[in-house]
């Protein structure tokens, strides 16, 4: 079956300092990935997807960075956090040849002071 | 106009009540369409897929209307459980791939 993992789950960063979260997903090959932030009381804003190795889409232009490394492997990243980049950070799956149906990460807090 | 559009509710009826969420998207090229639930501090989970002929899943079913461009979700019976946020997602396709847009969800609260 597939599974989806991503780290950490919480961190506190202090304004200006570099970010990195990591996604992998197992049991499945070639998966769409996706990075979406959830503001607090806000909804999901899709920030970064990708069809392939290599291949990022930006949603939203800000100071975040995203990249995959590897088929199953999808990384969130920043040089420099602002204060503005608080909020729920969620990694999602789906399948390249289904519906559209996503299969999220448990999720990482972040918290920038 | 907002991509996809929910009431946030909250939405606050006692247990066994029926509750309807609606929700609007623009986009009329959309082509799948789903409900999520998500509890606090939670990833989203897929509740159900939404179908032009409607989809039932014991106390919930769900509704397509490409006419008018809205999808809802019917909960009956509710129950404690049943408190979280609802959300809605439409499914654009953009070059070959579904790039999921969501709502801001719905907001439910099941008392006593």
């Known amino acids: 079956s597939q599974t989806i993992h991503q780290w950490p789950a919480t961190l506190v960063q202090p304004v200006g300092s570099p970010l990195s979260l990591e996604c992998t997903v197992e049991?499945?090959?070639?998966?769409?990935l996706y990075w979406y932030r959830q503001a607090a009381g806000r909804g999901l804003q899709l920030l970064f997807y990708?069809?392939?190795?290599?291949?990022i889409s930006s949603e939203v232009p800000q100071n975040l960075s995203a990249s995959r490394p590897q088929d199953r492997q999808f990384i969130l990243s920043s040089k420099k956090l602002l204060l503005s980049d608080s909020g729920f950070y969620l990694c999602?799956?789906?399948?390249?040849?289904?519906?559209?149906?996503?299969?999220f990460g448990e999720g990482s807090r972040l918290t920038v002071l | 106009r907002k991509e996809v559009e929910q009431d946030p509710g909250p939405f606050n009826v006692p247990e066994g009540a029926t509750v309807a969420f609606n929700c609007t998207y623009s986009n009329s090229a959309s082509q799948s369409f789903f409900w999520y639930r998500q509890d606090c501090r939670k990833e989203p989970k897929l509740l159900m897929s939404?179908?032009?002929s409607g989809n039932e899943d014991g106390r919930f079913t769900a509704q397509l209307n490409r006419a008018s461009q809205y999808i809802s979700l019917l909960i009956r019976d509710s129950k404690l459980s049943d408190s979280a946020t609802y959300l809605c997602v439409v499914n654009p396709r953009s070059g070959g791939s579904y790039i999921p847009t969501f709502g801001r969800g719905t907001s439910l609260i099941v008392h006593p």
């Open positions: 999602a799956w789906s399948g390249s040849g289904n519906t559209g149906e996503l299969f």
């Open positions: 990708s069809v392939g190795i290599g291949q």
């Open positions: 939404v179908y032009s």
């Open positions: 049991g499945t090959s070639n998966p769409n």
